[in-house]
């Protein structure tokens, strides 16, 4: 067991560099088990630094020698710890020349420079450069870089780094080289290398500027039939940022590179792109619909980096949102424009609302909540979650809310002519918007500073005489670990009022006359908001287009929310009545099988379900989206005390009752929506084939000899990895005696060679009900299985014990222990993700008491391994600890 205390970093302790980096040059002589590292910076005083000593981050490296001004340094003349290097009293300009040995090849943390599959690779953000040589590796320390590569031609033929190649050729001994400048200041996280035995694909493309640029995605040899989709989603990135911001991509090349071991989905190093290939390859074979998205996104949001994080970064690691936030908002924006049109935009906003509440929302409610600009860390790492990312990106919605799509487009421009090259704080963002469009923004700062889902209540009241509306909005915030009392925000709330004939109303209020949707401003503790002109007494439809990410608690009647769900102009509030009407008797059903009671379903809602599924004038994807019942964590959310088991029988009745009263018109939709033809990712087919599987899945929940076979006839005869894999999915799903042995031993022989594939085939198993720890084991057993794999580990071990709760959170605690066995298992290996593994149980209180003490038993016995990294360390002890 550990028995020091890892230190807690403060943002209110922040301390500018004392020396500042002029530049840096850095030559590699690239040996799998020992790469030697030459490093030569220029450093000058900060005239803001508070002492002379030059502080330089360094872990698990060899210093071999360092030389200050020309002149070597003896022991004595500086100080080195495991964490660094310390000169003391150092002149105001310095040269320090530093030598460095460290062994890639043993690097199984894949933080800072390591071997996957025999070549090299880099990951540097958040502290990995330190990995690798010694520097002042924080955020705020912006230099120019220049990088010498030097590696055996045979082994390594491609050398890439940050920025343009200025020099390349061969040193005798079978040994070449390549010299690398970029011409841009940036921070050491955004340094990277790769060498490598790969193949590209390459493109010469044409700015608005008329300026010619090289684009290149390097793969493998084997996957460049698979790097089209990429290498289009690059250019339709560069085309979108020019016409959407105004910003050009400012290198003459840029390079995308895949690798199988990542931490990551991908990392926005300056003109070199180091991705998962997950989000890199793609064809109809061996990718779904959901990948292709996934990879149009991805590639979207590392392109955009390059000014929204590259070009303007981040003070220190608690303005991680200013970059994150930012640019997550600008690829969902990006990914929605791709699509169109505004059921599209739609469909993605759906998806985001749907990510915030399964991920967001019960982060914010746990031990490991923190806000979206936190105020401590132990570990940075663990500080890469959904609330920085995803809550973060809602917070810039928000501001465009607020001052409208120009006024954001205004508040981005000056946000560049400000901080062009400089690295700054969240504030600074959220000034630059306040100052471009004249807005009072001092109060929005609140949803950086404070953590926590915001509940807001809404009253409504009709005059029918004087023909007036009012809705009374009540705002709240739960406490949070090391906060309470929370101040009130300013939030935008988006309400529009349906009619009888479920159009919308005109409203006419302060701000407001005769538009369709009003943005109210909710900034008090208590607000009443007065509409007059009201002619009828009104449906409310609050919180349009998810207007901000809060819990909106209102009393809605069924009735009302068939009205909406029949006619809601904002497709977004007609996808959430639907879900409200879902949920209501998901938590019945559940307090039923508590209690013991007979379940049953009413024909109400039957009904609603069979009319969205027919209703062929609404978009395929938002019929298949509303149609998707809430998760079972999304139920648990709702819970004061969480039964799993409770909640997966409820919610499999209900799957099961709608799967029986709908046959008929499931049947019809799934042959209504088939997709001949050659194969295309674009919206509407993938629309259509997500409606087709979901009824797939549906006719398979209780499956009789006909519906097995649909699902194998199609398993056999699909064309593309979306079909096939929903095939596969379903027969595993059905639970039906063997339904799906002879499919899984097909999947695996066809796609044996194909790493992500085979991942798929591993996370459909551990989602399965039927897939207990047992089995969960036993597939570890299989020879394709690894734990130094990320996404390996991530396909079956993540999705057992965060997608499938029912058999996780078994009884017995089997689930448990082996959640801590994998967890320390894990961190042995690679720290960060382990720690995403432990997060798994950081809300161990809110279950039944005979789950908790097996969850605490298994955090305990997490919390007691000797050599715990500080990334686990400090998700298992703020669990423990709340």
Same mark, same amino acid.
């Given at each position: 067991m550990?028995?020091?205390?890892?230190?807690?970093?403060?943002?209110?302790?922040? #301390?500018? !560099?004392?020396?500042?980096?002029?530049?840096?040059?850095?030559?590699?002589?690239?040996? =799998?088990?020992?790469?030697?590292?030459?490093?030569?910076i220029?450093?000058?005083?900060n005239?803001?630094? @508070?002492?002379?000593?030059?502080?330089l981050?360094?872990?698990?490296i060899?210093?071999v020698?360092?030389?200050?001004?020309?002149?070597?340094?003896?022991p004595?003349?500086?100080?080195?710890?495991?964490?660094?290097?310390?000169?003391r009293?150092?002149?105001?300009?310095v040269t320090?020349?530093i030598?460095?040995?460290?062994?890639?090849?043993e690097?199984?943390?894949? &933080?800072?420079?390591?071997?996957?599959n025999?070549?090299?690779?880099?990951?540097?953000?958040?502290?990995?450069?330190?990995?690798?040589?010694?520097?002042?590796d924080?955020?705020?320390?912006?230099?120019?870089?220049?990088?010498?590569?030097?590696?055996?031609?045979? @082994?390594?033929?491609?050398l890439?780094?940050?920025?343009?190649l200025?020099?390349?050729?061969?040193?005798?001994?079978?040994?070449?080289?390549?010299?690398?400048?970029?011409?841009f200041? @940036?921070?050491?996280?955004?340094?990277?290398l790769?060498?490598?035995?790969?193949?590209?694909q390459?493109?010469?493309?044409?700015?608005?500027?008329g300026?010619?640029?090289?684009?290149?995605?390097?793969?493998?040899?084997?996957?460049l039939?698979?790097t +089209?989709?990429?290498?289009q &989603?690059l250019?339709n990135?560069?085309?979108?940022?020019?016409?959407?911001?105004?910003?050009?991509? %400012?290198?003459?090349?840029?390079?995308?590179?895949?690798?199988?071991?990542?931490?990551?989905?991908?990392?926005?190093n300056?003109?070199?792109?180091?991705?998962?290939?997950?989000?890199?390859?793609?064809?109809?074979?061996?990718?779904t619909?959901?990948?292709?998205?996934?990879i149009?996104a991805v590639?979207?949001?590392?392109?955009?980096?390059?000014w929204t994080?590259?070009?303007?970064?981040?003070?220190?690691?608690?303005?991680?949102s200013l970059?994150?936030?930012?640019?997550v908002f600008?690829?969902?924006?990006?990914?929605?424009?791709?699509?169109?049109t505004?059921? *599209?935009?739609?469909?993605?906003? $759906?998806?985001?609302v749907?990510?915030?509440?399964q991920?967001?929302?019960p982060?914010d409610?746990?031990?490991m909540?923190?806000?979206?600009?936190?105020?401590?860390?132990?570990? $940075?790492?663990?500080?890469?979650?959904?609330?920085?990312?995803?809550?973060?990106?809602e917070?810039v919605?928000?501001?465009?809310?607020?001052?409208?799509?120009?006024?954001?487009?205004?508040?981005?421009?000056?946000y560049?002519?400000?901080?062009?090259g400089?690295?700054v704080?969240?504030?600074?963002?959220?000034?630059?918007?306040?100052?471009?469009?004249?807005r009072?923004?001092?109060?929005f700062?609140?949803?950086?500073?404070?953590?926590?889902?915001?509940?807001?209540?809404?009253?409504?009241?009709?005059?029918?005489a004087?023909?007036?509306?009012?809705?009374?909005?009540?705002?709240?915030?739960?406490?949070?670990p090391?906060q309470?009392?929370?101040? =009130?925000?300013?939030?935008?709330?988006?309400?529009?009022?349906?009619?009888?004939?479920?159009?919308?109303?005109p409203?006419?209020?302060?701000?407001?006359?005769?538009?369709?949707?009003?943005?109210?401003?909710?900034t008090?503790?208590t607000?009443?908001?007065?509409?007059?002109?009201?002619?009828?007494?009104?449906?409310?439809?609050?919180?349009?287009?998810?207007?901000?990410?809060?819990?909106?608690?209102?009393?809605y009647?069924?009735?009302?929310?068939?009205?909406?769900?029949?006619?809601?102009? %904002? =497709?977004?509030?007609?996808?959430?009545?639907?879900?409200?009407?879902?949920?209501?008797?998901?938590?019945?059903?559940?307090a039923?099988?508590?209690?013991?009671?007979?379940?049953?379903?009413d024909?109400?809602?039957?009904a609603?379900?069979?009319a969205l599924?027919?209703?062929?004038?609404?978009?395929?994807a938002?019929?298949?989206?509303?149609?998707?019942?809430?998760?079972e964590?999304?139920?648990?959310?709702?819970?004061?005390?969480?039964?799993?088991?409770?909640?997966?029988?409820?919610?499999q009745?209900?799957?099961?009752? $709608?799967?029986?009263?709908? @046959?008929?018109?499931?049947?019809?939709?799934?042959?209504?929506?088939?997709? !001949?033809?050659?194969?295309?990712p674009?919206?509407?087919?993938?629309?259509k084939?997500?409606?087709?599987?979901?009824?797939?899945?549906?006719?398979?929940?209780?499956p009789?000899?006909?519906?097995?076979?649909?699902?194998?006839?199609?398993?056999? /005869?699909a064309?593309?990895? #979306? +079909?096939?894999?929903?095939?596969?999915?379903?027969?595993?799903?059905?639970?039906?005696p063997?339904?799906?042995a002879?499919?899984?031993?097909?999947?695996?022989?066809?796609?044996?060679?194909?790493?992500?594939v085979?991942?798929?085939?591993?996370?459909?198993?551990? *989602?399965? !009900?039927?897939?207990?720890?047992?089995?969960?084991?036993?597939?570890?057993?299989?020879p394709?299985? #690894?734990?130094?794999?990320?996404?390996?580990?991530?396909?079956?071990?993540f999705n057992?014990?965060? *997608?499938?709760?029912?058999?996780f959170?078994?009884?017995?605690?089997?689930g448990?222990?082996?959640?801590?066995?994998?967890?320390i298992a894990l961190d042995?290996?690679? =720290?960060?993700?382990?720690a995403?593994?432990?997060? &798994?149980?950081?809300?161990?209180?809110?279950?039944?008491?005979?789950?908790?003490?097996?969850?605490?038993?298994?955090?305990?016995?997490v /919390?007691?391994?000797a050599?715990?990294?500080?990334?686990?360390?400090?998700?298992?002890?703020?669990a423990l600890?709340?």
């Amino acid at each position: 067991m550990r028995t020091d205390s890892p230190q807690t970093i403060y943002r209110k302790n922040y #301390t500018p !560099p004392s020396f500042l980096v002029e530049s840096v040059e850095l030559g590699f002589d690239l040996d =799998p088990a020992r790469t030697i590292v030459a490093n030569r910076i220029k450093l000058v005083r900060n005239r803001d630094g @508070k002492h002379s000593d030059i502080e330089l981050h360094g872990e698990h490296i060899e210093l071999v020698g360092v030389r200050m001004n020309g002149k070597r340094l003896k022991p004595g003349q500086y100080t080195l710890s495991e964490h660094g290097l310390t000169i003391r009293k150092a002149p105001a300009k310095v040269t320090l020349d530093i030598e460095t040995v460290l062994a890639p090849q043993e690097n199984t943390s894949l &933080s800072g420079l390591y071997v996957s599959n025999g070549n090299f690779f880099t990951q540097c953000e958040a502290e990995g450069f330190r990995r690798i040589t010694f520097f002042p590796d924080r955020p705020d320390v912006m230099a120019k870089y220049t990088v010498m590569l030097r590696a055996d031609k045979e @082994k390594f033929p491609v050398l890439l780094s940050n920025g343009n190649l200025i020099e390349q050729g061969e040193l005798g001994d079978g040994r070449h080289y390549a010299k690398w400048e970029d011409p841009f200041k @940036k921070p050491s996280y955004l340094f990277a290398l790769v060498a490598a035995r790969l193949v590209c694909q390459e493109e010469r493309y044409t700015l608005q500027s008329g300026r010619e640029v090289l684009l290149q995605v390097w793969v493998e040899e084997g996957n460049l039939d698979k790097t +089209d989709y990429a290498m289009q &989603s690059l250019k339709n990135s560069i085309r979108w940022d020019e016409q959407r911001f105004g910003l050009e991509l %400012d290198l003459d090349r840029f390079m995308i590179v895949a690798v199988g071991d990542f931490n990551m989905g991908a990392m926005e190093n300056k003109g070199l792109n180091i991705f998962n290939t997950k989000y890199v390859l793609a064809n109809p074979r061996v990718a779904t619909d959901v990948d292709y998205a996934g990879i149009e996104a991805v590639v979207g949001h590392e392109y955009f980096h390059n000014w929204t994080g590259n070009r303007v970064t981040c003070r220190d690691w608690f303005q991680l949102s200013l970059k994150e936030g930012l640019t997550v908002f600008r690829d969902q924006e990006f990914s929605a424009d791709m699509i169109g049109t505004d059921t *599209g935009r739609a469909v993605t906003r $759906i998806d985001q609302v749907r990510t915030l509440r399964q991920a967001q929302f019960p982060e914010d409610a746990g031990p490991m909540a923190h806000p979206v600009r936190p105020d401590s860390f132990v570990e $940075i790492n663990n500080f890469y979650t959904v609330t920085i990312y995803e809550k973060g990106a809602e917070v810039v919605r928000m501001m465009q809310t607020l001052v409208g799509r120009d006024g954001f487009r205004k508040g981005m421009d000056l946000y560049f002519a400000r901080h062009d090259g400089q690295a700054v704080q969240c504030d600074d963002f959220r000034a630059a918007m306040a100052d471009a469009n004249g807005r009072d923004l001092k109060q929005f700062e609140r949803w950086y500073s404070q953590a926590g889902t915001p509940v807001v209540k809404a009253v409504t009241q009709y005059d029918a005489a004087a023909q007036t509306y009012h809705i009374t909005l009540a705002q709240s915030c739960p406490d949070t670990p090391g906060q309470t009392a929370k101040l =009130p925000f300013h939030i935008p709330v988006a309400v529009g009022l349906l009619g009888a004939d479920g159009k919308d109303l005109p409203l006419y209020t302060d701000g407001a006359a005769g538009q369709g949707t009003v943005v109210l401003e909710l900034t008090e503790a208590t607000q009443t908001f007065h509409f007059s002109g009201v002619a009828q007494r009104p449906t409310p439809s609050l919180l349009r287009d998810f207007s901000a990410p809060v819990v909106l608690d209102y009393d809605y009647s069924d009735a009302e929310l068939l009205h909406l769900f029949s006619h809601d102009s %904002d =497709p977004v509030n007609r996808w959430e009545a639907g879900q409200r009407l879902a949920m209501a008797r998901l938590l019945k059903l559940t307090a039923d099988v508590g209690a013991g009671a007979p379940l049953a379903l009413d024909a109400t809602f039957i009904a609603a379900q069979r009319a969205l599924l027919t209703d062929a004038t609404l978009d395929a994807a938002f019929r298949e989206l509303a149609l998707i019942l809430p998760s079972e964590t999304i139920i648990a959310e709702r819970m004061e005390v969480v039964d799993p088991q409770a909640i997966h029988t409820a919610r499999q009745f209900m799957r099961r009752s $709608i799967a029986a009263a709908l @046959k008929p018109e499931l049947l019809a939709q799934y042959q209504a929506n088939q997709t !001949p033809g050659a194969y295309s990712p674009d919206a509407q087919s993938a629309g259509k084939r997500a409606l087709k599987n979901l009824a797939l899945a549906y006719l398979l929940i209780a499956p009789q000899a006909a519906e097995l076979e649909l699902a194998q006839r199609q398993f056999d /005869a699909a064309d593309n990895m #979306t +079909d096939r894999a929903a095939a596969l999915a379903a027969l595993i799903h059905s639970g039906a005696p063997d339904g799906a042995a002879s499919a899984l031993k097909s999947y695996f022989a066809d796609f044996e060679h194909e790493a992500l594939v085979i991942d798929k085939w591993f996370a459909m198993q551990a *989602g399965a !009900p039927g897939t207990d720890v047992a089995a969960v084991r036993k597939l570890m057993t299989h020879p394709a299985f #690894t734990l130094k794999n990320p996404n390996r580990a991530r396909s079956l071990i993540f999705n057992f014990c965060g *997608g499938n709760p029912s058999q996780f959170h078994a009884a017995d605690g089997s689930g448990y222990a082996f959640w801590a066995e994998q967890v320390i298992a894990l961190d042995a290996l690679n =720290p960060q993700v382990a720690a995403r593994l432990a997060r &798994s149980m950081d809300r161990w209180r809110r279950y039944v008491p005979a789950l908790q003490a097996h969850m605490k038993a298994a955090l305990e016995r997490v /919390a007691g391994s000797a050599s715990l990294s500080n990334d686990v360390l400090e998700v298992v002890s703020k669990a423990l600890a709340n």
